[in-house]
């Protein structure tokens, strides 16, 4: 049967993530392609006792349905997290619940997105925001990432040039490269995005799981009336439990409210009411903590394996958060090549590849910290490193050039 799907199919990426973790899922595999929290971490105990305290307390109206805005007490809490971590001064009612940080991207994409409206984003960008970007067929324009965050002159040139509807970006411990934003870098996209008018995008899917360095300014902070910032519990609590929020200023958060009517109604209420429990009833400053000293552990484990292991030339970030590293091979090496090398030595890897809109990135590579044990992690990185050693020695003209 032939299918007549509408055209803006045609022009939205195939999940190449998912393709490659069909392959990647067999249990004798050592995958660091995938970007799963670590699952030890989940409050288990804590989310069954209160998932029965709701359903036999609440009941009715847990499972009834429910406001668009989601539930007050959730959004306040929210609020008062954005002050205490951040400073920032949010009403609840500048705040949606949201089916996971996910949801904001497409929401988001719905408001302002017309067909060949330039949506500007970090090279390389988050691959879900280009996928739930590109249903509504934009041009996207990049921004190279330095090590200290987007190139200035670069988003200069495009804010002036392109006139994007928005700047997508994640200040803090990217994905897929695990880089923060420095301060100065942080005032001077304000500054540039101030005078050209530009919406920011501001993804936060990160910023709780910082685990070294000191706390950077939001986007929020410099820019409020400008910055949509995006939020979520699926580092900190769980991601099965899909919610997220976008916090914005009220006549955007309005068309949000307008959109996610016509797309679901409402989030989730049952886990809205169990999320609002727990962090009413247990204590959450803790368990992030916990969540973010692992997560160092892990990712001090995998940077000492990789400066043992990896060839010279291949070069690496040192992220300060988040649960990815991102590798970059000499000039002229494949990223796919490697992960055809090392899937046959049992170890995955993400190429960096969709993490471009422009076809670039064919030499980069994303490795995920936050999914393996420490031994997983030196066994893994330590067979990588000979599959490059090998790569390099065999094609060494590559590596002269
Ligand atoms: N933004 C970024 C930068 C992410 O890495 C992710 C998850 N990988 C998301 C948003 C979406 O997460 P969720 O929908 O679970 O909140």
Same mark, same amino acid.
């Given at each position: 049967?032939?299918?007549?799907?509408?055209?803006?199919?045609?022009?939205?990426?195939?999940?190449?993530?998912?393709?490659?973790?069909?392959?990647?899922?067999?249990?004798?595999?050592?995958?660091?392609?995938?970007?799963?929290?670590?699952?030890?971490?989940?409050?288990?105990? %804590?989310?069954?006792?209160?998932?029965?305290?709701?359903?036999?307390?609440?009941?009715?109206?847990?499972?009834?349905?429910?406001?668009?805005?989601?539930?007050?007490?959730?959004?306040?809490?929210?609020? %008062?997290?954005?002050?205490?971590?951040?400073?920032?001064?949010?009403?609840?009612?500048?705040?949606?619940?949201?089916?996971?940080?996910?949801?904001?991207?497409?929401?988001?994409?719905?408001?302002?997105?017309?067909?060949?409206?330039?949506?500007?984003?970090?090279?390389?960008?988050?691959?879900?925001?280009?996928?739930?970007?590109?249903?509504?067929?934009?041009?996207?324009?990049?921004?190279?990432?330095?090590?200290?965050?987007?190139?200035?002159?670069?988003?200069?040139?495009?804010?002036?040039?392109?006139?994007?509807?928005?700047? =997508?970006?994640?200040?803090?411990?990217?994905?897929?490269?695990?880089?923060?934003?420095?301060?100065?870098?942080?005032?001077?996209?304000?500054?540039?995005?101030?005078?050209?008018?530009?919406?920011?995008?501001?993804?936060?899917? =990160?910023?709780?799981?910082?685990?070294?360095?000191?706390?950077?300014?939001?986007?929020?902070?410099?820019?409020?009336?400008?910055?949509?910032?995006?939020?979520?519990?699926?580092?900190?609590? &769980?991601?099965?439990?899909?919610?997220?929020?976008?916090?914005?200023?009220?006549?955007?958060?309005?068309?949000?409210?307008?959109?996610?009517?016509?797309?679901?109604?409402?989030?989730?209420?049952?886990?809205?009411?169990?999320?609002?429990?727990?962090?009413?009833?247990?204590?959450?400053?803790?368990?992030?903590?916990?969540?973010?000293?692992?997560? %160092?552990?892990?990712?001090?484990?995998?940077?000492?394996?990789?400066?043992?292991?990896?060839?010279?030339?291949?070069?690496?970030?040192?992220?300060?958060?988040?649960?990815?590293?991102?590798?970059?091979?000499?000039?002229?090496?494949?990223?796919?090549?490697?992960?055809?090398? &090392?899937?046959?030595?049992?170890?995955?890897?993400?190429?960096?590849?969709?993490?471009?809109?422009?076809?670039?990135?064919?030499?980069?590579?994303?490795?995920?910290?936050?999914?393996?044990?420490?031994?997983?992690?030196?066994?893994?990185?330590?067979?990588?490193?000979?599959?490059?050693?090998?790569?390099?020695?065999?094609?060494?003209?590559?590596?002269? &050039?």
């Amino acid at each position: 049967m032939q299918y007549t799907f509408a055209s803006r199919m045609e022009k939205t990426p195939r999940s190449f993530i998912r393709e490659i973790l069909k392959v990647t899922q067999r249990p004798e595999i050592i995958s660091f392609a995938g970007g799963l929290p670590n699952p030890a971490l989940f409050p288990v105990k %804590e989310l069954a006792e209160t998932a029965e305290k709701v359903i036999v307390e609440e009941g009715t109206a847990a499972l009834q349905y429910a406001t668009t805005e989601g539930h007050p007490p959730l959004r306040e809490w929210i609020a %008062e997290r954005y002050k205490k971590r951040l400073g920032l001064e949010i009403s609840p009612d500048e705040i949606l619940i949201t089916n996971g940080s996910q949801q904001c991207l497409d929401l988001i994409g719905k408001i302002f997105i017309n067909k060949d409206s330039v949506v500007a984003l970090e090279r390389p960008g988050y691959l879900g925001a280009i996928q739930a970007f590109s249903m509504y067929e934009p041009k996207f324009s990049t921004i190279s990432l330095t090590s200290e965050g987007p190139d200035i002159h670069e988003l200069g040139q495009v804010l002036d040039k392109d006139k994007p509807c928005f700047f =997508y970006g994640v200040p803090n411990s990217q994905n897929p490269s695990g880089i923060t934003w420095s301060r100065e870098n942080r005032k001077a996209v304000a500054e540039r995005l101030e005078r050209a008018e530009t919406v920011f995008v501001e993804d936060d899917a =990160y910023g709780e799981l910082k685990f070294r360095g000191e706390q950077m300014p939001s986007m929020k902070e410099l820019i409020p009336e400008l910055t949509v910032m995006t939020g979520s519990f699926s580092k900190i609590i &769980a991601p099965g439990m899909r919610m997220g929020w976008i916090c914005a200023p009220t006549p955007i958060l309005e068309q949000a409210v307008t959109v996610k009517q016509g797309t679901d109604l409402h989030s989730n209420i049952l886990s809205q009411r169990i999320i609002s429990r727990f962090l009413a009833n247990y204590p959450v400053d803790a368990h992030i903590a916990r969540i973010s000293a692992a997560y %160092e552990s892990q990712c001090d484990c995998m940077l000492s394996a990789i400066q043992s292991e990896f060839p010279e030339g291949v070069s690496y970030t040192r992220p300060d958060g988040g649960m990815f590293i991102w590798a970059t091979l000499p000039k002229g090496y494949s990223s796919m090549e490697l992960f055809d090398r &090392a899937i046959k030595k049992d170890v995955a890897i993400l190429p960096g590849l969709p993490f471009y809109t422009d076809g670039g990135g064919s030499d980069t590579v994303r490795l995920n910290f936050s999914n393996s044990t420490p031994e997983r992690i030196e066994e893994g990185i330590s067979r990588l490193g000979q599959v490059l050693r090998e790569y390099l020695k065999e094609t060494p003209e590559l590596h002269a &050039a």
